[in-house]
């Protein structure tokens, strides 16, 4: 017997009834932007207009933390290691040894919200399109 896995939620929201090639250059467009920039200033907007989206698109909230959930881990390790790393600037303080630099600690900040953004927009097309709609991009007849 072939299990489905399907992380598509029904609804009907403006999400839900935008053109799948909307929503997939969208997510190109996060992905882009999510490695072109490191400044926490310019990826937590990102992320924050991508809940927005989610909220007004009415895709459960449920099924967008469950997800998120699994990232906390690597959200963490990207706070904590990336200013333990990332030597530039000046020292804020220092912790255990090492120096915690405010250049450090930005990017770390940065880099969990890169990693945040590019997670959670495939997370919101995934949710809010139908599997066969992927198929459909590639006939002849969409």
């Known amino acids: 017997m072939a299990q489905k896995f399907e992380l598509y939620e029904p609804g009907s929201s403006f999400l839900y009834r935008m053109d799948p090639r909307v929503k997939i250059m969208a997510v190109l467009a996060i992905f882009l932007l999510s490695v072109v920039f490191t400044d926490p200033r310019y990826l937590a907007p990102i992320f924050a207009t991508v809940i927005v989206i989610i909220l007004a698109g009415r895709v459960p909230l449920r099924r967008v933390g469950l997800m998120l959930r699994s990232l906390v881990i690597l959200v963490l390790i990207a706070l904590i290691m990336w200013p333990l790393i990332y030597q530039r600037g000046p020292v804020l303080f220092i912790l255990l040894g090492f ?28 949710l809010t399109t139908p599997q066969p709609d992927f198929c459909l991009l590639y006939t002849s007849d969409a």
């Open 99 to 126: 120096r915690i630099t405010e250049f450090g600690l930005v990017y770390g900040v940065g880099m969990a919200f890169r990693i945040l953004d590019m997670v959670i927009a495939p997370i919101a097309l995934f």
